[in-house]
């Protein structure tokens, strides 16, 4: 598995640059030009709108980033400074199965968050990481896109972001639960430089795929 680092803190991604990244590098997945992918990120701030995202839903006032729309499942989430985004570009077992890779992408930070020593949960009903309590808050989000048997948009983990950013929006659509971050619930900074290497050696071992190799983006077709 190939892992990129496609820009962190003052060198984060514009939302627009790293979809592109993603769609050439799922068509040389897709074309079996490359092996399974992972590009690693942060963002500059942005709202992105999945499909079944609800006109409610959307920021209300001046939301302060673009909103953007975008062809993955899911509602309406952010990404922006603070925040761990990764995108498995990965070809899935056939038949695919879209559920099963959305349990492992949950596992992996499940696991990620209990080595850091905190407990997290699934919820039946809505995919998604989260801390239980009242009310549950949601700690790491996933939406994907299946083209051609290959996955493509992931997941992402709150490590240290600005939380405000989600007052601005019902998050994912849900309205009934709260939105929170490995430094909120740990009650220390957690960064997302300290959350990369975890999250790669864990989603490794989901994906069954142990061996990394780190590539820059310039070297994706090689």
């Known amino acids: 598995m190939v892992v990129v680092h496609a820009g962190f803190g003052a060198a984060a991604v514009p939302y627009e640059d790293g979809w592109e990244l993603q769609r050439r590098t799922h068509a040389l997945r897709a074309d079996d030009a490359i092996g399974d992918t992972v590009l690693l990120m942060e963002h500059r701030p942005v709202y992105t709108a999945g499909k079944r995202t609800e006109p409610q839903d959307r920021p209300f006032g001046d939301p302060g980033a673009p909103v953007v729309d975008v062809d993955r499942g899911g509602k309406i989430t952010w990404h922006g400074p603070g925040q761990l985004t990764g995108y498995p570009i990965v070809k899935l077992p056939d038949p695919v199965d879209v ?57 992402q983990l709150n490590c240290d972001p600005d939380m405000a950013w989600f007052d601005r929006i019902v998050p994912c659509g849900i309205r009934d639960a709260g939105s929170t971050s490995l430094t909120g619930e740990l009650g220390r900074p957690v960064t997302v430089a300290e959350v990369v290497p975890l999250v790669e050696q864990h989603l490794a071992a989901a994906l069954d795929a142990p061996a990394i190799f780190h590539r820059t983006t310039a070297q994706l077709a090689r």
């Open 99 to 155: 559920v099963a890779y959305v349990r492992r992408l949950e596992r992996m930070m499940m696991a990620v968050c209990a080595e850091l020593g905190l407990a997290t949960t699934t919820v039946e009903g809505r995919s998604g990481l989260w801390v239980e309590g009242t009310p549950d808050r949601k700690i790491g989000s996933i939406g994907i896109r299946v083209s051609r048997g290959v996955a493509m948009h992931g997941f």
